[in-house]
């Protein structure tokens, strides 16, 4: 790619940073940039879901602003078949994330509560909650009415290894500023903690849309605009091929819920 296109596409990353009044540098110094973010996902029982959003709307977001546990955002899957809660939480860093919950699970409050709602049956079959961090590239991670009514797309990459590093420079310097001019907004893009099982070949990253039907319309043209297959060429050749593996791309269209502060 020439300095050109290369300053060009560069240019549309740092533009989509500012419109949210957050440069490039900015967005990796501030608005909790350096924090550990948690993704819990519940997969919920059948017949149980009006009981759980019950139970968070009621008690959980209550208590986990006491114990200092920051709600980020609640979705569930446009899919009314996929009954699996999404939500994202933030700590100043591992330990904190450790000692909030510990308070959290004692809190006499919270087990009532929890004793109350599971009455009748248990409300979860399964938890997932990988850690994550965010990429140095990231735009801030929003609060407040993103979507203004739109949808959540969640995209997880798994990647070839070795080649993490090679796809977090094409979101960098391409991909982003690439997004923002189809209509894409930037939510947050994040790497696994080190700990984690993947944590090397995993970038997982929330975009919103104004609908469904506008995301496909915007990927479309997205993927058919020449800086795109330039940045994916030269990327790939780089790489020594393919930056993510077969099937590699997942993607979950995402609705808030109703008690969700990141609409």
Avoid: C
Wanted: glycine share 8%.
């Amino acid at each position: 790619m020439n300095r050109r296109k290369f300053i060009t596409t560069t240019s549309l990353a740092s533009a989509a940073l500012i419109t949210s009044g957050q440069s490039l540098a900015e967005s990796t110094a501030t608005n909790g940039a350096n924090s550990v973010y948690e993704l819990r996902v519940y997969s919920i029982n059948p017949g149980k879901a009006s009981a759980l959003h019950d139970r968070f709307r009621n008690h959980t977001l209550k208590l986990f602003r006491t114990h200092s546990i920051e709600s980020i955002g609640y979705w569930m899957p446009v899919d009314a078949a996929d009954e699996r809660l999404h939500f994202l939480l933030r700590y100043p860093n591992r330990q904190a994330r450790e000692t909030a919950w510990k308070a959290f699970m004692a809190d006499p409050e919270w087990k009532a509560a929890y004793k109350a709602s599971e009455a009748n049956g248990g409300l979860v079959s399964k938890v997932e909650n990988p850690f994550l961090i965010q990429t140095g590239y990231s735009p801030a991670v929003p609060t407040g009415n993103v979507s203004k009514g739109g949808v959540w797309e969640m995209r997880t990459y798994t990647t070839h290894p070795g080649r993490l590093a090679h796809l977090d420079a094409r979101f960098r310097d391409h991909t982003l500023g690439l997004f923002a001019k189809y209509g894409m907004g930037n939510q947050g893009y994040f790497h696994k903690m080190p700990d984690q099982a993947g944590a090397d070949a995993t970038l997982l990253y929330f975009l919103t849309h104004k609908s469904q039907k506008a995301a496909k319309v915007s990927f479309g043209a997205f993927g058919k605009d020449p800086a795109w297959k330039e940045a994916r060429e030269a990327s790939e050749k780089a790489a020594g091929g393919s930056l993510t593996i077969d099937k590699g791309v997942n993607s979950v269209f995402l609705k808030p819920t109703d008690y969700s502060p990141t609409t």
